[in-house]
């Protein structure tokens, strides 16, 4: 397990590598902005809060570092991708596949008063296999495979989803998408579970999930680019945990809402408009 993280390193390195050849005479692209983000305190929980977080991203070919959702501004909103380090390995008109790297900053017992005294999730290192499938220009299919690289609790994840998006005239694009996510005993169990100490602790009752689908979820989203540079985004989303996750004694509500909005600014090649 301790040498994951180098070998999906250099695969990434190779990959971009490879990216870099087919694509010399690509030219990197940066964007720079923030986004007001409301979501439940953690997955389950009654109460949100809002946060003010910054979004960047910086591409050069099929190599992207970046926050989440920022990698697909900075093509007016038409790739999908998640945050982190990524390299496409393949990159055709109707298939994507890619390999990425992320930190995943786990889940604090000082995330909200109905964790207090369990332990923490530790933060972790995550590598992720990604791919899409486009069946036309508006519909396309997705999955990923998510691992946490140094068997800190976070476990294996695999999504999958279907989205599609279309142009509201020259500036603007508004997308939907559904999905569905399920995980491995270890995921469940660190995030949704409660071991005998941590039940002492806390005063919450036992419960050892196993492996299975914990959430389904859709959303709609909407982008406009106010000109050659800036563009602002909005975003709204509802999650339904799904059986041990929803079964868990942590979970006080099964159906989460999450609403974003944001603007961005982005300079280098091939800014569209």
Partial sequence: MHGAPVLLALLLMHGAGLAETATSAAQPRFLLGASL????EYSGARHSEARLRPVWAYQHGRFRVSTSRAGGLLGFGGEA????ASAELISGERIKLGLALRVDGGRSSGDSPRLAGLPDVRRTLRGRLY????????????????????????GATLGLGLGYRARLGERSEWSAGAGINIGDRRHLRSYYGISAQAADSSGLARYRPGASATDLHAGLGLTTALGPHWVAFASLGVSQLLADAAASPLTERERGFTGAVGLAYRWGAETRR
């Fill in 81 to 84: 991708g998640g945050s982190g």
């Fill in 37 to 40: 983000f409301n979501a439940p």
């Fill in 131 to 154: 791919a899409g499938y486009a069946l036309n220009r508006q519909w396309s299919l997705s999955a990923g495979l998510s691992q946490d690289l140094m068997g800190r609790g976070g």
